[in-house]
């Protein structure tokens, strides 16, 4: 294994478990790393370039535990509201600030 595929392979390894399209997209990223690593001559440019496109889309490419995120957004949000609702005042007619009732507004005085 020559120095490009043995950086390719590290940089793959390095993004985590491979999902979807990934594991080929990353089969062929070490073929073109090992091509550059033989020697390609003239299309040592094209290869590279390719090479280049590949890995870029290895990185695109959004993991499945996605939905996860959402799912964990979610519950954060509904714990969040329950904690909400246990501080509001109680339904006996308690309201915030200790006044009763009114906007907390001051009055203007009539001349």
Do not use: W
């Amino acid at each position: 294994m020559g120095p490009v595929e043995s950086q390719t392979r590290a940089d793959i390894e390095a993004l985590g478990p491979l999902t979807r399209v990934q594991p080929s997209l990353a089969e062929t990223a070490y073929t073109l790393a090992r091509a550059l690593d033989e020697g390609a001559g003239l299309s040592t440019a094209a290869i590279a370039r390719e090479l280049r496109s590949v890995l870029t889309e290895i990185a695109k490419v959004v993991p499945e535990s996605r939905e996860d995120t959402v799912d964990d957004l979610a519950a954060r949000r509904a714990a969040r509201r329950a904690t909400a609702a246990d501080s509001e005042p109680a339904a006996s007619g308690e309201q915030r600030g200790g006044r009763s009732g009114g906007t907390g507004r001051k009055r203007r005085a009539d001349p």
